[in-house]
């Protein structure tokens, strides 16, 4: 049976973690152990992100690191340093990475889990000092354990995912999860090296007051899209636009609002990829009381057939995308 416990605010990741495995019966403690090695990367990337600055400033630093390796792209360093986390974890058999064309298998074929992720989401921002991300999705792997990791463990839908969620490097660096039983949020302490419980169940507001996207496209965006923000303005809604979508996103999440990737000329399907940016974000809002869509209804519903193929998403506060799919379903030719 499943019984979930409020744990205090301020508990660490890990008595967390270990609390809500042992609420729910068939928990084996893989799946607690692949959040695990997530949240180790993301101190190892956010240390990473923090002292970016300083290869620009001082030269020196990182011109080689401990290893020896060569300073690198901070979008290599996140993308290496968790596929070696997961390697290492032992639980994911392989990773689909933004950073990568294909699977990388770990070597750990008997582990029953495998994970899409965008190592470092508007990695861009780092030279000016703009929030970034890393956002995940885990699947169980449908091929037999013991075997190597195809397509179709990677391919099996939205809806198929156990948990899914983000890490964002901002003023502070929070990571927000779901196992299908809510949303919570925690707080890194980097003096601490923990994550330490600040929202135990997230919910986003039903309504909101702000819209996100990059109105620079607004001659590529379709009619419905200006339609829709045409109203918001109307209304004096409030235009915040990071451009970097775990920082639009997570702001939208506590305040309420909605984020929009139409498709553009240059990005005719949108620019956001669905399987480890749309897929994860929209099961976290979803969970949270969201709603998440992509051209034709839910994002989740969404059938994936390329690792790297990319959708529109209109993603937020359930009220703000019900009234933007009210002037699509306005737009459209009479039956
Ligand atoms: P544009 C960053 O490159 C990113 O993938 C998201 O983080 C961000 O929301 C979006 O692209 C910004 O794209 O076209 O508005 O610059």
Same mark, same amino acid.
């Given at each position: 049976?499943?019984?979930?416990?409020?744990?205090?605010?301020?508990?660490?990741?890990? =008595?967390?973690?270990?609390?809500?495995?042992?609420?729910?019966? !068939?928990?084996?403690?893989?799946?607690?152990?692949?959040?695990?090695?997530?949240?180790?990367?993301? /101190?190892?990337?956010?240390?990473?992100?923090? =002292?970016?600055?300083?290869?620009?400033?001082?030269?020196?630093?990182?011109? #080689?690191?401990?290893? %020896?390796? $060569?300073?690198?792209?901070?979008?290599?360093?996140?993308?290496?340093?968790?596929?070696?986390?997961?390697?290492? *974890?032992?639980?994911?058999?392989?990773?689909? @990475? $933004?950073?990568?064309?294909?699977?990388?298998?770990?070597?750990?074929?008997? *582990?029953?889990?495998?994970?899409?992720?965008?190592?470092?989401?508007?990695?861009?921002?780092?030279?000016?000092?703009? @929030?970034?991300?890393?956002?995940?999705?885990?699947?169980? +792997?449908?091929?037999?354990?013991?075997? /190597?990791?195809?397509?179709?463990?990677?391919?099996?839908? *939205?809806?198929?995912?156990?948990?899914?969620?983000?890490?964002?490097?901002?003023?502070?660096?929070?990571?927000?999860?779901?196992?299908?039983?809510?949303?919570?949020?925690?707080?890194?302490?980097?003096?601490?090296?923990?994550? !330490?419980?600040?929202?135990?169940?997230?919910?986003?507001?039903?309504?909101? /007051?702000?819209?996100?996207?990059?109105?620079?496209?607004?001659?590529?965006?379709?009619?419905?899209?200006?339609?829709?923000?045409?109203?918001?303005? +109307? #209304?004096?809604?409030? *235009? =915040?636009?990071?451009?970097?979508?775990?920082?639009?996103?997570?702001?939208?999440?506590?305040?309420?609002?909605?984020?929009?990737?139409?498709?553009?000329?240059?990005?005719?399907?949108? /620019?956001? +990829?669905?399987?480890?940016?749309?897929?994860?974000?929209?099961?976290?809002? $979803?969970?949270? %009381?969201?709603?998440?869509?992509?051209?034709?209804?839910?994002?989740?519903?969404?059938?994936?057939?390329?690792?790297? #193929?990319? @959708?529109?998403?209109?993603? %937020? @506060?359930?009220?703000?995308?019900?009234?933007?799919?009210?002037?699509?379903?306005?737009?459209?030719?009479?039956?």
């Amino acid at each position: 049976p499943e019984t979930s416990i409020a744990s205090p605010v301020g508990t660490t990741l890990e =008595r967390y973690i270990m609390q809500k495995q042992s609420e729910f019966a !068939f928990a084996t403690g893989e799946l607690s152990q692949l959040l695990r090695d997530i949240a180790l990367a993301g /101190k190892i990337i956010n240390r990473e992100v923090n =002292r970016a600055g300083l290869a620009g400033i001082t030269g020196a630093y990182g011109q #080689q690191n401990v290893q %020896g390796e $060569e300073q690198q792209q901070l979008d290599v360093v996140a993308n290496i340093r968790f596929i070696r986390a997961l390697r290492n *974890g032992g639980q994911a058999c392989a990773v689909l @990475s $933004e950073e990568e064309d294909d699977i990388i298998h770990t070597g750990n074929d008997h *582990g029953r889990y495998v994970v899409a992720i965008d190592p470092l989401d508007g990695s861009s921002n780092i030279n000016v000092n703009v @929030s970034i991300g890393t956002i995940f999705a885990i699947y169980r +792997r449908v091929t037999p354990v013991g075997s /190597k990791a195809t397509r179709a463990d990677f391919l099996q839908g *939205g809806r198929q995912q156990v948990a899914a969620g983000y890490i964002l490097y901002g003023s502070s660096t929070m990571l927000v999860y779901t196992t299908g039983h809510g949303v919570a949020g925690f707080t890194y302490e980097p003096s601490l090296g923990e994550f !330490f419980l600040s929202h135990p169940s997230i919910t986003i507001p039903t309504e909101g /007051k702000t819209f996100s996207c990059n109105e620079g496209n607004w001659f590529d965006y379709p009619e419905c899209v200006r339609t829709y923000l045409t109203d918001c303005k +109307r #209304q004096r809604f409030a *235009g =915040r636009y990071v451009g970097s979508l775990v920082a639009d996103y997570h702001r939208n999440l506590f305040t309420g609002g909605i984020y929009l990737y139409p498709p553009t000329a240059k990005n005719t399907s949108g /620019k956001l +990829r669905l399987l480890y940016e749309c897929y994860p974000l929209a099961f976290l809002i $979803e969970q949270a %009381g969201g709603q998440a869509y992509g051209e034709h209804g839910p994002v989740l519903d969404v059938t994936p057939i390329d690792f790297h #193929q990319r @959708s529109p998403l209109y993603i %937020g @506060s359930p009220a703000m995308v019900t009234a933007y799919q009210d002037c699509v379903s306005a737009a459209e030719p009479a039956a």
